[in-house]
């Protein structure tokens, strides 16, 4: 059978079934099932897909048949059928946890549909070819996820959202620009041939302009310094599933959108713009650090801990060397993976405990153990403790770094582990050691909830697990992708030569 | 024509630029439907105006438009007015709510709420 359109499954599925799910608004039994289904399905079209990019590369498809530069290409290495595979992962996982958490009001308000519109978005981004249409993907996730961070009403979330959007609108504004631009220096919007464009043109001095434009739009969405500023007060504010989607995926396509550039168009005066992108992913993780360290609110210390790790793989990115890009895949899907742990984790410390506030806690791990000890598993994994995959992705970062006498990055990077461990270890040993604060008895909570929830902060714990151990079998897919995005020629060659 | 076209853009951005930076929130959301327009028109200047005949393949003419940016202004447009309709709902939700459309009111933390 030939398949040429796998590479569209994992898009259209979840949209497909996102337009089926608007049909049964009430009816939120048959929008559980639908869901995990279409997810389902989501996942196994993405695996094969996986499967395929590995045995035959690179797959392409351009809409309507025309012929590569003129019509859309959608575009799947395997650095985008990894993060595609990671998202379905995650989302599936997010939506059994939101089967007990979220509530039924929300559900009945279109909670799974904007959920599954988001993946179609999110995916589009990672699989696009094709630059504007990487702005309309951007737009669809970003229309869904404004649903998904209001959604509730709540006082707190109306006033957190209209920033989000007023942010997000402005920087899709400058996107266009950015486009704009760059369509009226080499006059095609396809990326592949964009970089055969750029490499022709003998970068003048408006490449660099452009490509510190595209870090500006990209860096807003994926919040690096000094563009984060949006990012605690805004994740804050939806519950706690929405929080996981946000903070394991949204930031990384704008991660991605970054790598993707930085890597196939902006590669010819490296000295000037990856040396940039160096300088800003150590103040991101310097911003981050404090941040993390600064607050005694379970939410507001692992969203920090995002921007910690937005700037560890743009650091990665920013060697350009083998080490150092390979680090920088394999630390971006660990930490989607470890993220989503984290957050479904804490969301269950706030269920038993009844608030977000450290300092009302305490002597979790009597009443509530194998809570204590998953959390402990994904925080050592958070923090780089071998055989988990922090270590691993970090590893190979560093070794990047010093390879590109990049000694000093490499140091605070390493400096920053320490910092992360110890943001992470402050919850654990204020809410889970010591005796039960007085002051504030544990809400009675229902046994069969807690478990209903455990069950897949348990399976994406295990899931992390098994990516830092079996890493010996992942590392020919990471070096797959890490090799598209040393060598631009591949992925030209996979769209053009046809 | 370029040239006009480009003091336009500016004229654009310049008053999306002091309507964002303003306080009332209705202002911010007209100040980014400025930007956007801004930025339609800068598509559709930087694709190069000009061109005598329509896009369309026919004997002996070589000076024809560039369909490609008129395609994306489309588009582009298409989002602005959907993205701009859900931010007007959500404001006036906001506003229902807090009984402000201040943003200096509306800055608050964990702490203050």
Redesign the interface.
């Known amino acids: 059978m030939n398949m040429i359109n796998l590479l569209l499954f994992p898009i259209i599925i979840p949209f497909f079934f996102a337009m089926i799910l608007l049909f049964f608004k009430e009816q939120v039994v048959i929008q559980r099932v639908l869901t995990v289904i279409g997810l389902t399905l989501s996942l196994v079209a993405s695996i094969w897909l996986l499967v395929t990019v590995k045995a035959e590369g690179i797959q392409t498809v351009t809409l309507g048949s025309w012929p590569a530069p003129f019509g859309i290409t959608m575009v799947s290495d395997m650095f985008s059928a990894l993060l595609v595979t990671t998202t379905i992962l995650i989302t599936f996982f997010v939506v059994l946890y939101s089967f007990q958490s979220i509530g039924i009001e929300r559900e009945r308000f279109f909670y799974y549909p904007a959920i599954l519109f988001m993946i179609t978005g999110i995916n589009g981004a990672f699989t696009t070819g094709d630059i504007f249409n990487m702005f309309v993907f951007f737009e669809v996730l970003l229309i869904a996820s404004y649903l998904l961070i209001v959604l509730g009403g709540e006082k707190r979330q109306l006033r957190e959202s209209i920033k989000y959007i007023l942010v997000n609108v402005i920087s899709s504004a400058l996107f266009v620009i950015a486009v704009a631009y760059l369509y009226s220096i080499v006059g095609t919007l396809n990326m592949a041939d964009i970089s055969v464009k750029i490499a022709e043109i003998n970068q003048p001095g408006i490449i660099s302009v452009l490509a510190i434009l595209f870090l500006i739009v990209f860096g807003i969405k994926g919040a690096i310094f000094p563009l984060y500023f949006w990012l605690p007060g805004s994740y804050a504010a939806p519950p706690i599933p929405v929080l996981t989607l946000f903070g394991a995926l949204l930031t990384k396509v704008g991660v991605y959108a970054i790598t993707r550039t930085y890597t196939l168009f902006f590669v010819h005066d490296i000295g000037f713009t990856h040396q940039f992108l160096l300088v800003l992913s150590l103040l991101t993780i310097v911003a981050g650090c404090i941040g993390a360290l600064a607050y005694f609110d379970l939410k507001q210390i692992i969203i920090y801990n995002i921007v910690i790790a937005v700037g560890v793989i743009l650091f990665g990115v920013a060697q350009m060397n083998t080490s150092g890009l390979e680090g920088a895949v394999y630390y971006l899907i660990h930490d989607m993976l470890i993220k989503a742990a984290l957050f479904v984790l804490i969301g269950i410390i706030i269920y038993v405990t009844g608030t977000s506030n450290l300092r009302e806690m305490g002597g979790l791990i009597k009443s509530h153990a194998a809570l204590g000890w998953f959390y402990l598993i994904a925080a050592f994994g958070l923090a780089g403790i071998p055989p988990l995959s922090g270590f691993i992705g970090k590893l190979l970062i560093v070794k990047g770094g010093f390879e590109a006498d990049n000694a000093f990055g490499s140091i605070v990077l390493l400096v920053s582990s320490l910092v992360v461990l110890l943001s992470v270890i402050r919850i654990f040993i204020y809410a889970f050691w010591g005796p039960q604060n007085p002051d504030y008895p544990l809400p009675v909570t229902s046994k069969r909830t807690y478990r209903q929830l455990m069950a897949p902060a348990v399976l994406l714990v295990l899931v992390t697990v098994a990516y830092g151990v079996g890493t010996e079998w992942l590392m020919p897919y990471i070096s797959d992708a890490s090799d598209v995005l040393r060598d631009p020629s591949i992925y030209i060659n996979a769209v053009l030569k046809e | 024509m370029e040239l006009l076209l480009a003091i336009l853009i500016g004229i654009l951005f310049t008053a999306a630029v002091y309507l ?1 930076l303003s306080r009332s ?1 209705l202002k ?2 007209l100040g ?1 439907s400025l ?2 327009h ?3 028109l ?2 559709l ?4 105006l000009g061109g005598s005949a329509p896009p369309v393949l026919i004997d002996g003419v070589t000076d024809f438009a560039d369909p ?2 008129q395609a ?1 202004i489309l ?2 447009i298409v ?2 007015f ?2 701009t309709a ?2 007007l709902v ?2 006036y ?2 506003y229902s ?2 009984k402000t459309d201040n943003m200096n009111e ?1 800055r ?3 702490e203050h ?1």
Do not use: E
């Not at chain 2, 200047?45 to 190069?48: I, R, S, V």
């Open positions: 964002i929130l911010v959301i980014t930007l956007s801004g930025a339609h800068l598509i200047t930087m694709g190069g490609l940016p994306l588009t582009a989002i602005s959907g993205v859900v931010i959500m404001a939700r906001m709510v807090h509306l608050g933390n964990d709420d």
